[in-house]
């Protein structure tokens, strides 16, 4: 069980998460905030009523939210982000990796000086009080056009009616960027067989959907084997842990291969 101390503007919660199941890794179906929310809300556990609970996942912040993901996707694939990219120079295809934690590390909040905490989730900048966008907002402009989605976002979060102008409104979006940031950035590269500086985009929340996409395939190999040795119903498979799961189909092809080196 992981547990994630998350510092919301509301108050410190703990979060409890559960190891993946199969059940989980089948209902992943698209890169979406709103398929994060539901993978979080499949693996919170809650103990307690201090805990953080399901009904509170939607309205996590971007960086509330990537915390619990950056978890999910260390216990299940390790703390390394291992990718290949193509060089747009020469075209040479080289590996990029770095530490998942040591990101977050990096891009942790910090408190800015412009910015008053007015209490529970309420800042004011510039005289104007916001509140900083949640994975319902999100969800809420998901079908708009890029452009549009974020100008609506930004307006959902605005408490004050008064018309913003470009200075104060890119002051307030800094802002939100600084208490609660989103880890969908650009990452500096350079190609070590010409030299040339480029860059990787990467966004922790596709990143982890889709392994869990491109294993599906592997899910389904791993039910097979498992249901022919040992008999096991697909409801029984698909409620193993994920660990326990790949355990079990390591001894199975260990005993194979014993096999076939006495045959």
Known sequence: MDQIL?????????????????????????????????????????????ALNVDEVPELTPWERDRLLAAVYTRQYGPRIDSIMNCRSCEAPYDVDFNLQTLMDRLAPTPAAVVAHLGDAVFECHNVRFRLP??????????????????ELFQRCIMDSAELDDRTSSGIQAAMQTLSPVVDLELDARCPECGKAQTLRFDLQRYLLTAL????????????ILAAAYSWSLSEILHLPRSQRRGFVALVDADDMLEKARG
């Not at 089948?26 to 809300?41: E, F, G, H, K, P």
């Not at 294993?215 to 097979?224: A, G, N, P, Q």
């Open 6 to 50: 998350l510092h919301r503007a509301t108050g410190r919660r703990l979060a409890h998460l559960r190891e993946i199941t199969g059940l989980e890794e089948q209902r992943v179906s698209n890169t979406t905030t709103a398929d994060a929310i539901s993978l979080i809300q499949q693996l919170l556990f809650v103990p307690n009523d201090e």
């Open 134 to 151: 949640t994975g319902r907002d999100e969800c809420a402009v998901s079908g708009l056009p890029p452009g549009q989605a974020e100008a």
């Open 213 to 224: 996409l491109n294993d599906r395939r592997r899910l389904l190999h791993e039910i097979h």
